[in-house]
């Protein structure tokens, strides 16, 4: 499906649902908006390897009581893919802001998987004035916490790989009983194999420069970790680390590994929308928008 850029599209099987294509300053930013347009925001970022379907089993849940924004970052899903642009996270968080900026957005609630849990953050830091909260789910605290992967990068000449090679690559995304769905080994071959790596490699910089939990110390921002408590790419107990965030909250899910959203949509939303309800609720009592 072609759509305009800036022009939306309006599904025809979800009446509130739009997609829009955001022409940006280093390249077309795709955003999906469901839900009442007057209801608290919900900003989903995604992690590696991904896109705003990854969020496709839990938006459903979400929409009675938020406004739900999903968006492609730069070189993934329905986005641009540019080369010679940096993917470095603060870069890409600076497109999610201009992304908001364009639809209206004044105040968000955050919530990063993996690696965009680090493009939240980055969001948080750039612009407080617009994060009023962050939901991070299985996003590691810092490069100590990660675990190698059992199955080997695909390297370039390797590209495009096989149907089980990308089953191998995408494996420790999850429990060891988990069914990878085609569709998903479908969206992995195509990913544009220059952007993919160096959003990788951005995420692993910010790291490197400063923990998660250490950047989100001094933001003042109310704070929800969920961790799927047999992640295989981040060791779990590593959710701990963001306890020095003040009043932080951890949700941990026994039985789900590094992609709750897609294993278990519901056991994933209840701490969320909890979460959400509360911080709405303080929010108002102390004079918030």
């Excluded at 599904?11 to 839900?35: H, N, R, W």
Aim: with cysteine; proline share 8%.
């Amino acid at each position: 499906m072609t759509i305009p850029a800036g022009q939306p599209h309006v599904k025809d099987d979800a009446e509130a649902a739009e997609e829009s294509v955001l022409p940006l300053d280093d390249g077309d930013i795709y955003v999906c908006q469901d839900g009442p347009r007057d209801a608290p925001v919900l900003l989903l970022i995604h992690g590696s390897a991904s896109s705003t379907s990854s969020w496709d089993l839990l938006v459903p849940l979400l929409t009675r009581s938020h406004r739900v924004i999903c968006i492609d970052l730069l070189g993934h899903g329905r986005s641009a893919k540019p080369a010679g642009v940096s993917y470095e996270t603060p870069d890409q968080a600076r497109r999610v802001g201009a992304a908001l900026d364009r639809l209206g957005v004044k105040q968000a609630t955050v919530v990063g998987h993996s690696s965009g849990g680090a493009a939240a953050t980055a969001l948080a830091e750039q612009r407080p004035d617009l994060v009023t909260a962050l939901v991070l789910i299985n996003a590691g605290p810092s490069l100590d916490a990660f675990l190698a992967p059992q199955a080997g990068a695909i390297e370039p000449s390797r590209w495009p790989p096989s149907d089980e090679q990308l089953r191998q690559f995408a494996s420790t995304g999850f429990t060891a009983d988990y069914q990878i769905p085609q569709e998903l080994v479908d969206e992995l071959r195509a990913l544009d194999y220059h952007a993919f790596t160096a959003a990788m490699q951005g995420t692993s910089a910010y790291l490197a420069q400063r923990s998660l939990p250490d950047r989100l110390r001094g933001l003042g921002k109310p704070l929800l970790v969920i961790f799927g408590a047999d992640d295989r790419r981040w060791r779990p107990s590593s959710a701990a680390d963001y306890l020095a965030v003040p009043d932080a909250r951890i949700e941990m899910l026994p039985g789900l590994g590094h992609t709750p959203i897609l294993e278990d949509p519901p056991r994933t939303a209840a701490p969320l929308l909890a979460f959400t309800a509360t911080h709405a609720a303080t929010h108002a009592a102390q004079g918030g928008e």
